[in-house]
């Protein structure tokens, strides 16, 4: 029988840490001023959707892609009875949206699959104008709720902190909560960014999505489980002779990110989720919620954009869903 490796067991007392509760874009390619100077050539639909079928193949676009441009572009010209792209206006494409019995999501959807065939025969001089920019599809968006922290600290309670890989996930979960880091950013913090004295996460723009140097206050609690977590990370790499310095590492010391796709934390979290049957305990739904009770909390939102790292707070206006009621309800604040 194989003796249990002491480094995956905490023993330092961390009794009553939780009591009180936890605080594929498309690349379109450029037109050449000569391009959008000439003259449009009398090109025929099927020519058009040929050559750019082509080109589309020939640089790498997925075979998907590829198939919704020639379904959507050949049903737009069955549909509106055009031949050649001199023909078409604006007039064409609302007529090809009135003929769908689908949701105005599903039109938008291929709507802009038209608009990005037609903006290519710009690119491409067969066509003088972008008529289509003005035609759109409204469609509500869809309200995505960020996580409640009741629900992160019924997780918490729920989560074994003797063991190793709950006492990592049990951190990540609270410093995305507390902070509203990216979990990208999350996996590639080192321990050098956390300032247990100062009670300070100090992150330097290197592993920041828009690139600038953030700093983000830590929880009593959140600073507490760090500090027994980079302890117990020490041990483990020692167990393995590993040298990294990553905050968030694996069973045998290693990066719990091997690609882009795969994150160690996001698979846990989603675990969790469905095992104790938790609603937005994900990594975005923990950076809304974040945003969000920041703003419950009365933060202004350029504060929150800076925490959560936005280049634009017009970024930061789509976390912060309000309805109109709410508007209403906060103007009237300031009248």
């Known amino acids: 029988m194989t003796r249990k490796n002491n480094a995956f067991t905490v023993t330092e007392d961390l009794t009553g840490l939780f009591a009180k509760g936890a605080g594929h874009a498309q ?14 050539q009398a090109m025929t639909i099927d020519a058009a959707l040929a050559t750019v079928t082509r080109y589309m193949e020939t ?9 919704d441009y020639n379904m959507h572009v050949t049903h737009f010209a069955r549909i509106t009875g055009t031949t050649h792209l001199a023909e078409l206006e604006a007039s064409h494409i609302y007529d090809w949206l009135a003929s769908m ?8 959807t291929r709507l802009k699959c038209l608009k990005a065939f037609l903006g290519r025969c710009f690119d491409n001089g067969w066509l003088a104008s972008k008529f289509w920019r003005a035609v759109t ?8 709720q960020g996580a409640a922290m009741k629900d992160i600290e019924t997780l918490l309670r729920l989560l074994d902190l003797s063991d190793f890989i709950q006492l990592r996930d049990a951190a990540a979960l609270l410093l995305m ?16 960014h956390i300032d247990l004295d100062e009670r300070l996460l100090k992150i330097d723009g290197g592993i920041i999505k828009n690139h600038q140097r953030l700093f983000l ?14 302890r117990q990370n020490d041990a483990i790499r020692k167990h393995y002779g ?6 968030f590492i694996t069973r045998r010391g290693g990066c719990i990110v091997t690609s882009p796709t795969n994150n160690n934390i996001q698979k846990r979290l989603n675990k969790y989720a469905r095992q104790y049957g938790l609603k937005n305990i994900n990594p975005q739904a923990l950076r809304r919620g974040f945003a969000k009770n920041l703003l419950d909390k009365g933060a202004h939102i350029a504060l929150i954009s800076k925490a959560l790292g936005h280049a634009d707070i017009e970024v930061t206006t789509r976390y912060l869903y309000m309805d109109k009621e709410d508007v209403a309800e906060n103007l009237r604040d300031y009248l």
């Open 27 to 40: 690349v379109k390619p450029q037109a050449t001023p000569q391009a959008k100077e000439a003259k449009p």
């Open 217 to 230: 206050p830590l929880s009593d609690d959140l600073t507490r489980l760090l500090g027994v977590l980079m």
């Open 101 to 108: 019995d689908v949701s105005n999501q599903t039109k938008l």
């Open 59 to 67: 640089t790498g676009y997925r075979p998907r892609t590829i198939s």
């Open 177 to 192: 909560a507390q902070t509203g880091l990216r979990v990208s950013t999350v996996a590639r913090l080192e321990a050098p």
């Open 137 to 144: 599809v409204r469609v509500d968006s869809p309200v995505k």
């Open 242 to 247: 590993i040298r990294n310095d990553y905050l």
